[in-house]
């Protein structure tokens, strides 16, 4: 199926018709992905005419993190991205659960990668709707990559590259190919990182485990959140290594980002996860990220920007 766009981009320091926003195929970050992106999850709520937007703020700082880690510029601060962002949604209206994509990139037509010279990069941002990535009511199936994370030393994970994602497309791919629903990918070393596109937890014994940030992971909002809240239910939390072998024998196990959401995961490499069901501390993760990004929920309503539309 075609996937559907909004009807206005920002591209080029201005808002434009969503089909006039290309760039030639010599670009340098269509050649050699040269870019950083962000995604963001804007949540419609018809009652109140309104969409809430998640922890716009800690995006656009993520993103800008990313351009340092690479150490190229951008015209716009993080309040201007944010300003951006807010009037493209004013003006596309959405009626729908959205994604919201910012871009930087090399838009030069430079023949080589060289980011002394492709130093100042282009903006742009456009929006789709956007509802599951992946179901989030079934156990999905998983299997440990074949492929290694690229590691920090490689294409740095934490920041968010668009280069670096042909390695998450070959885990997907060989992880649908073989019949899973999703793919784990593992460390140079051998230890768990994340998902293809998400970070993910596992619960031993009632404790929450996550791959700790120098496990070459992307540092996620949603795993944040996620540390957070459940700190907040007196969960108690690990972030540290996870042995490939500990996937295995661990009670529950779960997805989380901007686009899976909360995921939950049933079977590992054909070894199903605790008792195949959904497990009760991932019901409670569930249930309260699905209030919290919703806007239903007070203790968190900073995380929530919400726009009339
Ligand atoms: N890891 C990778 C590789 C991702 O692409 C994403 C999605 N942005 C995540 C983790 C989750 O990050 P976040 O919760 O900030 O969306």
Redesign the pocket.
């Known amino acids: 199926m075609k996937q559907q766009y909004f009807p206005y981009t920002f591209f080029k320091d201005k808002v434009v018709k969503t089909e006039s926003a290309n760039v030639p195929i010599m670009t340098n970050a269509l050649q050699y992905g040269t870019g950083v992106f962000?995604?963001i999850r804007g949540y419609y709520n018809k009652e109140g005419g309104f969409i809430s937007l998640f922890r716009i703020a800690d995006?656009y700082e993520?993103f800008l993190n990313s351009l340092k880690i690479i150490d190229v510029n951008l015209k716009y601060n993080r309040n201007e991205l944010v300003n951006i962002t807010l009037n493209l949604v004013k003006k596309n209206k959405p009626k729908t659960d959205t994604y919201i994509r910012p871009f930087a990139y090399a838009g030069s037509t430079n023949l080589s990668p060289n980011l002394e010279r492709d130093k100042d990069f282009d903006f742009a941002l456009y929006m789709m709707p956007l509802g599951d990535y992946l179901p989030t009511n079934k156990g999905l199936s998983s299997m440990v990559s074949s492929w290694r994370r690229v590691s920090d030393n490689a294409i740095p994970?934490r920041a968010?590259i668009s280069g670096s994602?042909i390695n998450?497309a070959l885990a997907r791919k060989e992880a649908t190919e073989r019949g899973f629903d999703e793919a784990i990918l593992l460390t140079e070393d051998g230890h768990v990182a994340?998902?293809?596109?998400?970070?993910l937890f596992i619960v031993r014994n009632g404790t929450l485990i996550t791959p700790s940030q120098s496990d070459d992971?992307?540092?996620?909002?949603?795993?944040?959140?996620i540390i957070k809240i459940t700190s907040d239910l007196n969960i108690p939390v690990e972030i540290r290594t996870i042995d490939r072998t500990e996937l295995y024998i661990s009670d529950e196990a779960f997805y989380?980002?901007?686009?899976?959401q909360v995921a939950w995961i049933g079977k590992i490499d054909n070894r199903t996860v605790g008792t195949g069901k959904r497990g009760p501390i991932t019901q409670k993760v569930q249930d309260l990220f699905f209030n919290i990004v919703r806007g239903n929920e007070k203790k968190y309503k900073n995380w929530c920007t919400k726009i009339s539309v």
């Open positions: 962000a995604g995006h993520r994970s968010k994602y998450s994340e998902g293809s596109a998400e970070n992971i992307l540092e996620g909002i949603t795993r944040r959140t989380c980002g901007t686009g899976v």
